[in-house]
Nanobody, 122 residues
Framework: QLQLVESGGGLVQPGGSLRLSCAYP??????IGWFRQAPGKEREGVSC????????NYADSVKGRFTISRDNAKNTVYLQMNSLTPEDTAVYYC?????????????????WGQGTQVTVSS
């Protein structure tokens, strides 16, 4: 069964860091994207990575603070999030796409995880 499973969310103070993981057995060579949805807002793209990890893309709002990476031997994609602010509070989802385009448009992603909550608050 094709499945993506996010983990690593939680409560963190402003300025803190978290590392999210997306386990993707069955999607080893698929491009993977991270998305987030804050309360009352539409889901937005955060970052994406191609099948071998050589190409990445980031939303302007997270450039310089978030880093995406992957370990295909572990079937896991990571999102390292630093300098977190309350505006980063959201449910974070990972998703797999059939083809890497560098796009952060959720319509280009075919398989989705259930999400993990990230809350940035003092």
């Amino acid at each position: 069964q094709l499945q993506l499973v996010e983990s690593g969310g939680g409560l963190v103070q402003p300025g803190g860091s978290l590392r999210l993981s997306c386990a993707y057995p069955g999607f080893t060579y698929y491009p993977i994207g991270w998305f987030r949805q804050a309360p009352g807002k539409e889901r937005e793209g955060v970052s994406c990575i191609n099948s071998n990890g050589g190409r990445t893309n980031y939303a302007d709002s997270v450039k310089g603070r978030f880093t995406i990476s992957r370990d295909n031997a572990k079937n896991t994609v990571y999102l390292q999030m630093n300098s977190l602010t309350p505006e980063d509070t959201a449910v974070y989802y990972c998703a797999a796409s059939i083809l890497y385009t560098g796009s952060l448009d959720q319509r280009r992603y075919d398989y989705w995880g259930q999400g993990t909550q990230v809350t940035v608050s003092s």
